[in-house]
């Protein structure tokens, strides 16, 4: 940046929330979603902004914020838990874009935590795994893992090749497990993991793993350049014991475990809207206080021309999550809609942050300029809970009827 002599250079302050809901999508939400939406905000103005980017640089787990967002009721990401308010699948996705807008890291420990784990045990446990586990994690106190994906079945994760094998050690029945997993989020620094494998019957069931199990062996994924404030695992199972307790009852085929995948995959499109709000305000408020050629780059045509697609874009996302939102909570939402919102939601968050990086030049690249680390975490967030190809053939299935799947 260049600066004149003795003067000193402006400080750009990227981080304060505009409220950006220019086609009015939000206006109808209750005054109880929307007082939920502004908590949030206060979290992550508060006590996100201010250490997130040290986090990330380090590639370091916010440990402190966990335990916050534990505190606060942030952490179970909207799942129904006995003991504690019922939160509105509205509020839920206003929640996740507010936490994606500080944070993509921030918003997976969240989805991991909550949207997988915990859902998991309360959409296929029993009652007494429910009381066991769902408080404690929605406190913070259990911190849980979601192990699916293996080193070679990622989109055809139904095709895994994890095993569990009926088995009685001293008395006691259960399953010994074999295999391995890759890309789990709290897999190596958590306390149990759900264990998705596949039962003698063929089908694929899910199992409490504690990680301090015998023959589990997770490490931790280096060399990440998105998403470093969560740590994801490549875990080895190696006849490792669980009591036939553990099992998910009803966890009885991988249709179970694609419920559970249905129920976080719009929560997703809603962290790719909070992601593209948050370059878009970055952007803004650079315009407004970076000079070039004597005045502001807000009075350039071009800057305004670039302002103008990325507010588009956030409108029409905005708008396609309320609506998709409204259809779940009439419980009429498809595979196939909740899959168009994944996919044009992280392709238009990817759109934006790329417009916001270039308008912000060489300071693009600084964190302290936010945009940066929104621009390498949504390739994450494209990417997980589906990739783009994957959710296009879903949808390309409803639109010819004809399955595409190998």
Known sequence: MT?????????????????????GAFADVTEEERAWQLAVRSFVQDEVLPVIDGYWERYEVPMDLVKR???????????????????????????????????????????????LALRSIVMLGSDEQIEKYAAPMARGEILGAFALTEPTHGSDSVGLETSAVKETRDGVEGYVINGEKKWIGFGSIGDIAVVWARGEDGQVHGFIVP???????????QGKVSLRAIHQAHIVLKDVFVPAENLLPRSRSFKDTGRVLFATRLGVAWGAV??????YEAAVAYSKQRVQFGRPLAASQMVQERLTKMLSIITQMQLLVKQMTRLD????????????????CTRGAREVAAIARDMLGG????????????????????T??????????IIGREITGTSAFA
């Open 3 to 23: 600066q004149t002599p003795g003067v000193t250079a402006p400080a750009y302050d990227v981080s304060q929330p505009l409220d950006i809901d220019f086609a």
């Open 69 to 115: 967002m534990a505190e606060l009721d942030f952490l179970r990401d909207g799942v129904d838990v006995p003991g504690f308010p019922k939160i509105s699948k509205m509020a839920e996705g206003l929640a996740a874009m507010e936490m994606s807008r500080g944070d993509g890291s921030v918003t997976t420990i969240c989805g991991v935590q909550g949207g």
């Open 211 to 221: 990680q301090d199990s015998p023959g589990y062996e997770a490490t931790t994924i």
């Open 274 to 279: 909070g992601q593209a709000i948050a370059c």
């Open 329 to 344: 909570e009439a419980e009429q939402l498809s595979g196939p809609q909740a899959s168009l919102a994944k996919y044009t």
């Open 363 to 382: 300071n693009g690249i600084l964190l302290e300029n936010r945009v940066a680390r929104h621009f390498a975490d949504i390739e994450a967030l494209h």
């Open 384 to 393: 997980y809970e589906g990739t783009e190809s994957m959710q296009a053939l």
